[in-house]
């Protein structure tokens, strides 16, 4: 019920739902003195969405800043969490890997450059409804192993849901493998934050690795601040559904 409710959410959540919500009141009561007011609070809200620089200021704000490859040291294993697949997609002869793809190519760094021996690639299907041919954690592994990661330094955890189930299936895995004591946590820089809480609730203690940045660096002219976006309202539901996701998670006590 809980993953339901939460792709529900999803939808309720989206900030371009509240503009159209707004224009559609607007015109039903045009003839009232209410009419003017929701369009004037639809067109200010459209500034505000379109706006590049406030919805960069808040996702800088947001995102947990990058680590250092100096900073990280070395780990016995670096947990991959999925989301960057399209698993419903056709034919399924590849991969069809969407943004956050970073998450992906940051932990193949990481390997490559000697900081984790070991990838544990954790997560499901986050398809309602929908039988797939692959859970999205067996897609990546495919790529890694194209790559060349060989499959002995790959561990595999396919059925998370969410990022709660994540962290705990996650510590389940790590039960079976007492040789791996230490981790690094890659997932998007958004998405950080949350999955940190989670794991540190399950009682594992990762080091966080971000990647697949929303956010660019600031910069300090009038186009930054001044010209609209129309990619900023996308950037806007991702951010504000993932600051309440991190709210209901606090409340369920999963963080």
Request: hydrophobic share 45%; proline share 4%.
């Amino acid at each position: 019920m809980f993953f339901v409710l939460s792709k529900i959410l999803d939808f309720v959540l989206s900030p371009m739902l509240w503009f159209i919500g707004l224009l559609l009141l607007a015109f039903v009561l045009r003839r009232t003195k209410w009419g003017a007011r929701l369009l004037l609070s639809a067109m200010g809200l459209a500034l505000l969405l379109t706006n590049n620089a406030l919805v960069n200021e808040a996702l800088l704000a947001w995102e947990l800043p990058p680590r250092s490859l100096a900073q990280l040291g070395h780990r016995d294993a670096g947990v991959l969490l999925t989301g960057i697949t399209s698993v419903t997609k056709s034919p399924h002869d590849r991969v069809y890997v969407n943004q956050g793809a970073d998450r992906l190519l940051h932990t193949l760094w990481l390997y490559r450059a000697g900081r984790i021996r070991k990838i544990i690639v954790s997560g499901g299907s986050g398809a309602i409804g929908t039988v797939v041919a692959r859970s999205e954690a067996r897609e990546l592994s495919i790529l890694l192993r194209l790559a060349g990661v060989p499959t002995q330094d790959i561990l595999l955890e396919t059925q998370s849901r969410n990022t709660h189930e994540n962290a705990r299936n996650t510590k389940a895995l790590l039960a079976q493998h007492p040789e791996i004591n230490s981790l690094v946590l890659i997932t998007s820089a958004f998405h950080e934050r949350r999955a940190m809480g989670c794991f540190q609730q399950v009682g594992l203690q990762p080091v966080a690795f971000p990647a697949s940045y929303y956010s660019t660096d600031r910069r300090p002219t009038l186009t930054y601040w001044l010209v609209p976006s129309d990619d900023a309202p996308r950037l806007w539901s991702i951010l504000i559904h993932e600051m309440v996701g991190y709210g209901v998670y606090r409340l369920l006590g999963y963080v």
